[in-house]
């Protein structure tokens, strides 16, 4: 839904606003209190749909679009 979206990408544009530099799956994983696979898809499915970027083969590369 839109509604998990919005919640990814405010959770990946805090945590870049506080760190300086993107989360990685297992980051965003333990802050929404869900297993990493689950991240794992949710991340894949904004991917597709241009919600957010990540750079291929790149460590913390998970941006808000």
């Known amino acids: 839904s839109s509604a998990a979206s919005d919640v990814y990408k405010r959770q990946i544009k805090g945590f870049i606003e506080k760190n300086g530099y993107s989360p990685t799956i297992a980051e965003l994983a333990t802050a929404a209190g869900v297993n990493g696979n689950a991240v794992a898809e ?23 679009a």
């Not at 499915?45 to 941006?63: C, M």
């Open 42 to 64: 949710r991340v894949a499915r904004l991917l597709l749909k241009g919600a957010i970027t990540k750079t291929p083969r790149i460590a913390r590369s998970i941006r808000p």
